[in-house]
């Protein structure tokens, strides 16, 4: 018996304890952070976090996350992992009737030039830079009522696409936009196929906001910016059926819901 209990208490013996720790709500979507101890190395689906001088640590969920998030922690005294379970959510589904036809079905010189637009976004979503703006949080690019969310399922001219992975503001064509976190511009495209005006700006550590179907871009590549510094105007360029800006959130390229993250309009 004495035997029995010291074996099944040794797995705990073994096992270094965490210090590192979760913040908020694990849930599809969701831009997670949390915190590790001094010393202590994270790593996640087989990418090293970078982490800040405070000790905190970003990462992020895809709509279809399922099972349980599972980082892999070092510290002074060895491995070991730090599990949640992953909250599933529901997704609504939205219907976009009168679309002009090449947007939703493209012809094969629409398919080029989104093939070619595709390896700049990709390069740009690509970047990888140890700093850490995003610990600022975010504040609305333009503020105005909420006509899209994330992870709805899109019927396009009645033919089901790709979810929605981002927030649509509804905000009338020319309306200053600004940058939701400080950061570096990665992107600043005038007219994409799918995003019309497009930029992308770097929060550091993967993380990365997205202003598409803006109709005037006011930033160059490589560009500093404050939170709150006018970026852009919106505008209706891009796949869309009437002025709103499409406001996205990725890590590493993984788009995410920058909605739990705003403040209250
Ligand atoms: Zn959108």
């Given at each position: 018996?004495?035997?029995?209990?010291?074996?099944?208490?040794?797995?705990?013996?073994?096992?270094?304890?965490?210090?590192?720790?979760i913040d908020g709500e694990v849930a599809?979507?969701a831009?997670v952070t949390g915190?590790?101890?001094?010393?202590?190395?994270?790593?996640?689906?087989?990418?090293?976090?970078?982490?800040?001088?405070?000790?905190?640590?970003?990462?992020?969920?895809?709509?279809?996350?399922?099972?349980?998030?599972?980082?892999?922690?070092?510290?002074?005294?060895?491995?070991?992992?730090?599990?949640?379970?992953?909250?599933?959510?529901?997704?609504?589904?939205?219907?976009?009737?009168?679309?002009?036809?090449?947007?939703?079905?493209?012809?094969?010189?629409?398919?080029?030039?989104?093939?070619?637009?595709?390896?700049?976004?990709?390069?740009?979503?690509?970047?990888?830079?140890?700093?850490?703006?995003?610990?600022?949080?975010?504040?609305?690019?333009?503020?105005?009522?909420?006509?899209?969310?994330?992870?709805?399922?899109?019927?396009?001219?009645?033919?089901?696409?790709?979810?929605?992975?981002?927030?649509?503001?509804?905000?009338?064509?020319?309306?200053?936009?600004?940058?939701?976190?400080?950061?570096?511009?990665?992107?600043?495209?005038?007219?994409?196929?799918?995003?019309?005006?497009?930029?992308?700006?770097?929060?550091?550590?993967?993380?990365?906001?997205?202003?598409?179907?803006?109709?005037?871009?006011?930033?160059?590549?490589?560009?500093?910016?404050?939170?709150?510094?006018?970026?852009?105007?919106?505008?209706?360029?891009?796949?869309?059926?009437?002025?709103?800006?499409?406001?996205?959130?990725?890590?590493?390229?993984?788009?995410?819901?920058?909605?739990p993250?705003?403040?209250?309009?």
């Amino acid at each position: 018996m004495r035997i029995a209990l010291a074996l099944a208490l040794l797995p705990a013996l073994i096992a270094p304890a965490v210090a590192a720790s979760i913040d908020g709500e694990v849930a599809q979507g969701a831009l997670v952070t949390g915190i590790a101890a001094p010393g202590e190395r994270i790593a996640y689906d087989g990418r090293e976090l970078h982490i800040a001088p405070d000790g905190r640590f970003v990462l992020g969920l895809g709509r279809d996350a399922t099972g349980n998030l599972t980082l892999d922690v070092t510290g002074p005294a060895g491995k070991t992992t730090l599990s949640r379970a992953i909250t599933p959510r529901e997704w609504q589904i939205q219907r976009i009737d009168g679309l002009p036809d090449k947007k939703v079905n493209p012809d094969p010189e629409g398919l080029k030039r989104i093939e070619a637009e595709r390896a700049r976004i990709k390069a740009a979503r690509a970047v990888d830079r140890v700093a850490f703006d995003w610990e600022a949080g975010l504040q609305w690019p333009a503020k105005g009522r909420i006509s899209g969310v994330y992870g709805s399922q899109r019927i396009l001219n009645g033919e089901a696409r790709q979810p929605h992975l981002g927030l649509d503001v509804a905000v009338p064509e020319g309306t200053p936009i600004a940058a939701a976190a400080p950061g570096v511009v990665t992107l600043a495209e005038p007219d994409l196929y799918f995003t019309g005006g497009t930029i992308i700006i770097d929060h550091g550590a993967g993380v990365q906001t997205l202003y598409a179907h803006l109709s005037r871009v006011d930033v160059l590549v490589g560009q500093s910016v404050r939170a709150g510094d006018v970026i852009a105007l919106s505008g209706k360029t891009g796949r869309v059926t009437g002025a709103h800006l499409h406001f996205g959130l990725a890590w590493y390229g993984l788009q995410l819901d920058p909605a739990p993250l705003l403040p209250a309009q």
